[in-house]
Each structure stands twice: as structure tokens, then as C-alpha cells.
């Protein structure tokens, strides 16, 4: 075998074992939760439905799913109207420190650990009595995802071309009409692309909501811990997995459709 076949193949194997290595926490709770007993055994005594339907049936975890989904809704599109301005003026800044230092402090939730932000913020939403309110988990989600939107819109914010904008204006379109007609249809693939984060990492927020909910505003990831505290069975493994199937599939329809790839090309 020669050297370029052996690094052909060693590449592939390590990229297995890694992927293996990633899925298999996955594939430990999905096979827990269509296991028949309550406790994880492999191989699996027999599968059931069982524990979907206990998890259904509980009314537990409905309105905190419903509410995660609203709540990654608002605080994404909170983000976008934050995250245009922001960018543009971005834009109109010179290349320096002073721009580098301006990027650092958009991305620094991305820096600062997400418990030290939901300690920050529980105190900041106790002294101003908003602790477990639906307004706080959408201030608290929107600086999450902030980053990520305003990542992928100054990506494609510096990619708009100058001349496009100056014809705009030499043909007599205001600033307003110029924002609406060339300015924001350039930023749809960096908003879209935004977007698609920003919902995913809202949806998936635990560490900071766990800090500004109490027993009110519980969102999915909380209520799934809290079941956790208290009964240790594979009705929590069940909700873990819808969960991830939802994100599976909701990542297969955007592949698919080839929105990321459309939209990547739409930028350049």
C-alpha cells in the first residue's frame, strides 16, 4: 500500500471514529428511550413506545416546547433588527483597532462563559423584578444569539458592493429607498444564515434560562433537567430525542433544499 493510499484510508478512520465517538451519547439515549425497562441495558430487552407516550400523556413537557418555539422566534428576530444596524455601521468603519475592538465587544457573549452571563443577569432581572418572565428569557436569549447573527449579516454587509449603492443615489433613490431595494436584499443570505443559528442555539439554551426561570416561564431544556431531578427514567430520554430529531430533520430540509449553498452563492 502506498503513503498516499495509507493516508487515505487512516483519514477515513479517524474521521469515523470521531463521528462515532460524537454520536454515540446520541444513540445511548435514543436506545433508552424505546427500551422496555426503566433503566439502560444493552442490548435493550425488548423496544416500546411506551415512555412517548407517558411523556405525552404527563403534560409536562407541551407548554414548555411551545414556549421554547415562540421564545427562539422572538429572540431571533429580535437579533436580526439588532444585528442590521449594527452591521452596517460596521461597514462604514475604517479597518483598525478601533473596528477590531468594536467586532470584539458584538462577539463577546460568544467569549464570556454562559454561566457567568446568567448569573449577571439573574441579578440584574431580580433588582428590576423581571425574574421569571417571558421578557427576560427573550432579553436573556437575544444577547445569546446576538453573535451569530450579527456575524453571518457583517459577512455579507461587506460584501455589498459600493457601486450598487452609489448608482442608487446618482439615480435619484433616497437613503430609505436605497436601504429597502438594495441594501436589505443583500443582506437576506446573512440574515437567513443568522437565523438559522440563532433558532437553533435559542432552542437549545439551557445554562442561561436556568438562571432567570424560576417555575413560571420553563423552557423545554429546563423542564427536561427538572424531570431529571426528580424521576430518573427514560421519559426524559423520549422528549431528549424528539428533540433531536427535530433538529435532524429540520438540518436534512435545509441541505435539501440547498438554502445555505443558494444562499452562499447569492452573497458572493
Not at 407548554?63 to 427562539?72: C, F, K, M, N, V
Given at each position: ?211 432567570v426561570t424560576q417555575s413560571e416561564q420553563i423552557v423545554l431544556p429546563v423542564a427536561i433537567y427538572k424531570y431529571l431531578f426528580d424521576v430518573n427514567d427514560p421519559v426524559a430520554a423520549a422528549v431528549s430525542t424528539v428533540l433531536v430529531l427535530f433538529g435532524l430533520v429540520a438540518a436534512l430540509v435545509i441541505d435539501r433544499l440547498g438554502w445555505l449553498r443558494h444562499l452562499a452563492g447569492g452573497s458572493a
Open positions: 500500500m502506498t503513503a498516499d493510499r495509507l493516508w487515505h484510508w487512516g483519514g477515513r478512520a479517524l474521521a469515523g471514529a470521531v463521528l462515532a465517538f460524537l454520536m454515540l451519547p446520541l444513540a445511548v439515549v435514543m436506545l433508552f428511550s424505546v427500551g422496555e425497562r426503566s433503566y439502560f441495558s444493552f442490548p435493550p430487552s425488548g423496544y416500546s413506545l411506551r415512555w412517548y407516550e407517558a411523556a405525552w400523556a404527563s403534560g409536562l413537557f407541551i407548554g414548555p416546547a411551545l414556549r421554547s418555539l415562540a421564545l427562539a422566534v422572538v429572540a431571533t428576530a429580535a437579533a436580526a433588527v439588532l444585528a442590521v444596524p449594527a452591521a452596517l455601521a460596521m461597514r462604514r468603519m475604517a479597518p483598525g483597532r478601533l473596528r477590531a475592538a468594536v467586532e470584539f465587544a458584538m462577539l463577546s457573549p460568544l467569549v464570556v462563559p454562559a454561566l457567568i452571563i446568567g448569573i449577571a443577569l439573574l441579578y440584574a432581572f431580580n433588582r428590576a423584578r423581571m425574574l421569571d418572565s417571558f421578557g427576560a428569557l427573550v432579553a436573556a436569549h437575544t444577547l445569546i444569539v446576538f453573535p451569530f447573527m450579527f456575524r453571518a449579516v457583517l459577512t455579507s454587509a461587506l460584501g455589498l458592493r459600493q457601486a450598487l449603492l452609489d448608482a442608487s443615489a446618482v439615480l435619484g433613490a433616497s437613503p430609505a429607498c436605497t436601504l429597502r431595494r438594495v441594501v436589505l436584499p443583500g443582506l437576506v443570505p446573512g440574515l437567513v444564515a443568522g437565523a438559522i443559528f440563532a433558532f437553533i442555539v435559542s432552542l437549545d439554551q439551557f445554562t442561561v434560562s436556568l438562571f
